[in-house]
């Protein structure tokens, strides 16, 4: 299974393409609706979008793919997310480790985090 990764480093995106291993469902925890600035923010189709800053904004790290963990730590993300969209109508989940292992932190499908808050995943399943 391969996963596409696209970066906003400055005003340019990088692409690239990964594999990686599945996983099983996430259980649920906590997200809300996407507001019309977010979505603009993440314009892409089935896709999740993490920004190094809260409310959207800095830059942004977007995985697309069908069921597959990314470690954010093997991406220089590690850690550095504080808010996330999620445009895939499934859930996807994030995880303080890096191996999508543990207790996840749910994005409900259509919606996003606009403030992590303390949370910092290592490692995220995209839908």
Do not use: H
């Amino acid at each position: 299974m391969s996963v596409f990764i696209r970066r906003l480093v400055t005003p340019f995106v990088a692409a690239a393409l990964i594999g990686v291993a599945t996983i099983g469902q996430a259980a649920p925890a906590r997200a809300g609706g996407v507001d019309a600035l977010a979505v603009g923010e993440c314009p892409f189709t089935n896709t999740l979008c993490l920004f190094d800053g809260t409310r959207y904004t800095g830059q942004r790290i977007t995985l697309s793919g069908g069921g597959i963990c990314v470690s954010l730590v093997n991406q220089g993300w590690g850690e550095r997310a504080r808010s996330v969209i999620n445009t895939n109508s499934r859930s996807a989940a994030m995880f303080a480790n890096d191996d999508c292992l543990g207790g996840p932190f749910q994005v409900s499908g259509n919606t996003g985090i606009a403030d992590l808050d303390a949370f910092r995943p290592k490692s995220v399943w995209a839908p």
